[in-house]
């Protein structure tokens, strides 16, 4: 079993910085591929980022690309997630995910159903 609780949400103005945190607890097996999904009102659920983390490998968004940054604290056993110039229609649910990676995780880490574990999610709202 895995458990994830983010923190780090809030409200920002357009272009402003904010800083979300996962802390993971259980299998590390089972939490290999962790990845940062958003879901607005209304809208489906996507992907954001996502890390392969034995394999060190990152995944990103054409939409945030170069502006948002996936991490992980090894010695917190915290995923992280740098958002740099906030745009207000990235105003969202954010929600950590993990699981075991699957064979092709580089063509599927921004489906929601590849991940068994999910955090209650945290509310970023970015005001123009």
């Known amino acids: 079993q895995v458990q994830l609780v983010e923190s780090g949400g809030g409200s920002v103005q357009a272009g402003g910085s904010l800083r979300l945190s996962c802390a993971a607890s259980?299998?590390?097996?089972?939490?290999?591929?962790m990845a940062w999904f958003r879901q607005a009102s209304g809208k489906e659920r996507e992907g954001v980022a996502a890390l392969y983390i034995s394999g060190s490998t990152t995944y990103y968004s054409d939409s945030v690309k170069g502006r948002f940054t996936i991490s992980q604290d090894n010695a917190e056993n915290t995923l992280t997630l740098q958002m740099n110039g906030l745009k207000p229609e990235e105003t969202a649910m954010y929600y950590c995910a993990a699981d075991v990676c699957p064979p092709d995780y580089g063509g599927s880490w921004n489906i929601p159903a590849e991940y068994r574990y999910w955090g209650q999610g945290t509310q970023v709202t970015v005001s123009s």
């Open positions: 259980g299998s590390t097996y089972s939490r290999d591929c």
